[in-house]
């Protein structure tokens, strides 16, 4: 689990979350556009939709941004037609990484992901590289502070959550892509706070990165393809120790 946990944290660390509010709103808006315009404008049938809003009220985005996003979704509202596609590569280290990508126009979207790869010292590959490497999952992060250990594993579990895996700060709940929703609402009945809830790809393994020269190529790249307007989501398999990301910070 380390590798989508590790990046998690140091996008926290780094503080980018915060800095880049708008650009979180702008991804949002596109996942309920698209979900909307996928399985409908009605949240309580369509689960996407209903898991996109979720994560927006989570960011605290304006009631009117969402109903927007799904009007236009719905084709009430005019907007641009957005298609989704991912792509996958190796990174510095070996590392395996994989972009999802929501664009309205391809060529210009994986002529630039390429050039994020190739300048960091990466490759972007053919479909089906590297994405056998990582499994679906439904993953919330939650902070170590906040909560008791054996609270959260028996709330979680009786959920129907798959397990729960310490990782730095972190204790992370992982699912099943079915599940995630249920397990997800039960926690915030508890009143648990999250610092992330999506289903993600999952790493089944990691590449422990135990050099500072590539641990700071693979961060760039990352950081790189996160701030492309037109990607979604980025993941990785890779595993900083802690004395190297001190090193590299």
């Known amino acids: 689990m380390s590798g989508h946990s590790k990046w998690s944290t140091i996008k926290r660390k780094k503080g980018a ?107 972007l590959g053919e479909t089906g590289c590297v994405s056998w490497m990582f499994e679906k999952k439904g993953s919330i992060l939650i902070d170590k502070d906040t909560i008791d250990e054996e609270e959260l594993m028996d709330k979680a579990l009786e959920a129907g959550a798959d397990d729960v895996v310490e990782e730095d700060n972190v204790f992370q709940v992982v699912t099943t892509p079915d599940d995630f929703e249920a397990v997800r609402g039960a926690l915030e009945t508890y009143g648990i706070k999250f610092i992330e809830a999506s289903v993600a790809m999952i790493p089944q393994n990691v590449v422990d990165i135990t050099e500072v020269k590539p641990a700071k190529q693979i961060l760039k790249l990352l950081e790189s393809l996160e701030e492309h307007d037109d990607v979604q989501n980025v993941f990785s398999n890779f595993d900083i120790p802690d004395e190297i990301m001190e090193a590299v910070s």
């Open 17 to 123: 979350l915060d800095a880049k509010r708008g650009k979180i709103f702008t991804r949002l808006i596109k996942e309920i556009t698209v979900a909307a315009r996928m399985g409908g404008g009605d949240p309580e049938g369509n689960p996407r939709l209903r898991s996109a809003i979720a994560t927006a009220k989570s960011e605290n985005m304006p009631k009117d941004n969402i109903e927007r996003a799904i009007k236009k979704g719905t084709g009430e509202l005019e907007g641009a037609v957005y298609e989704e596609i991912s792509y996958e590569g190796y990174g510095p280290g070996g590392v395996a990484v994989l972009v999802d990508c929501m664009t309205d126009n391809k060529n210009r979207t994986v002529a630039d992901i390429r050039h994020a790869f190739s300048k960091s010292g990466g490759n």
